[in-house]
């Protein structure tokens, strides 16, 4: 059996695209013969699933999965929202959200994992892209837990159970009745969807993003030619609304327009008996934060005709 270098795994993987084990594997089938290494990945797919990486992968779905205190929520790209609709596509993304559960939340643990059908879940996913035949990523992942109570789960506009467009999670930890808790958590998880907070508490806002408004009001302040300590106490004034925007328990709630989230769990804990905090939330909207290409349709059919 030949040695199997580093750099020879490096060059493969330079020349096909494919992935790093994936590579390692092809190399170790073919004895270290390079292009023979290359005709295994080709042979299965793996080499030509490699060429469709580069193609901006902004749909697709986000997958949510749960069991007893815990939940996972997981986000898989695709190029067009067609293959948001295939089966086999969807199968995935809830296989894939079932599988985080049992990783650490990690993108790299959940790549890693074994899948029921064999192999890795990163493994099948690029046998779905030679299949399907578009570019497909698992582009992030997360679980949240409680020692007890509930962690709800929330789909907007789902295309079928725990898949769709935006996804919630949301942690209560409490020892109150679990369906009374899933049903606070899922009005909950619904306002996050509605209000996409940034921040569970004050405390957890971003300190850029903090700095960076708290700069903005003081610009504006002085623009109103008022001495330095009365800016202090109207920037101080103004971030209080910028916390009711971004922090999720100082939001107002959406379902009755006038309480305070933090308000909504204190009457929740009176009401069920027992105290209820909520540790944690996640809200993945489909392809946000990703860079689309904007397509020339024109462009593309004087290219195609020439």
């Known amino acids: 059996m030949a040695e199997i270098t580093a750099t020879m795994v490096k060059d493969l993987r330079d020349k096909t695209g494919?992935?790093?084990?994936?590579?390692?594997?092809?190399?170790?089938?073919?004895?270290?013969d390079m292009e023979a290494a290359v005709d295994w990945l080709r042979k299965k797919g793996l080499s030509a699933a490699a060429k469709k990486a580069g193609r901006v992968a902004a749909e697709g779905l986000v997958a949510v999965a749960s069991q007893g205190t815990k939940a996972a929520i997981v986000e898989v790209n695709a190029e067009t929202d067609f293959v948001a609709r295939n089966e086999q596509f969807q199968s995935f993304a809830l296989q894939a959200a079932k599988s985080a559960l049992e990783s650490d939340g990690s993108i790299e643990a959940l790549a890693a994992a074994k899948h029921p059908a064999g192999g890795t879940v990163q493994e099948v996913l690029t046998n779905l892209v030679a299949t399907i035949g578009e570019n497909m990523t698992l582009r992030r992942s997360a679980c949240l837990s409680v020692s007890q109570g509930i962690v709800a789960s929330y789909v907007h506009n789902a295309l079928a159970p725990n898949i769709g467009k935006i996804g919630v999670?949301?942690?209560?930890?409490?020892?109150?009745?679990?369906?009374?808790?899933?049903?606070?958590?899922?009005?909950?998880?619904?306002?996050?969807?509605?209000?996409?907070?940034?921040?569970?508490?004050?405390?957890?806002?971003?300190?850029?993003?903090?700095?960076?408004?708290?700069?903005?009001?003081?610009?504006?302040?002085?623009?109103?030619?008022?001495?330095?300590?009365?800016?202090?106490?109207?920037?101080?004034?103004?971030?209080?609304?910028?916390y009711e925007e971004v922090v999720l328990l100082e939001q107002v709630y959406v379902v009755d327009g006038e309480s305070r989230i933090a308000q909504v769990i204190e009457k929740a804990a009176k009401d069920f008996g027992a105290p209820v905090k909520l540790t944690g939330f996640v809200r993945y909207q489909l392809g946000e934060g990703i860079e689309k290409a904007a397509d020339d349709f024109a462009a593309e059919v004087a290219k195609m005709a020439s």
């Open 18 to 32: 494919a992935g790093m084990m994936d590579c390692k594997k092809a190399l170790n089938e073919a004895n270290g």
């Open 169 to 242: 999670l949301v942690a209560l930890e409490s020892t109150a009745d679990a369906a009374k808790l899933q049903e606070l958590g899922k009005q909950i998880a619904m306002h996050v969807a509605a209000a996409r907070p940034e921040a569970l508490t004050v405390a957890d806002v971003d300190t850029k993003a903090l700095d960076r408004e708290r700069n903005v009001l003081a610009d504006q302040a002085r623009a109103s030619g008022k001495p330095e300590e009365i800016i202090a106490k109207m920037v101080e004034g103004r971030l209080r609304k910028y």
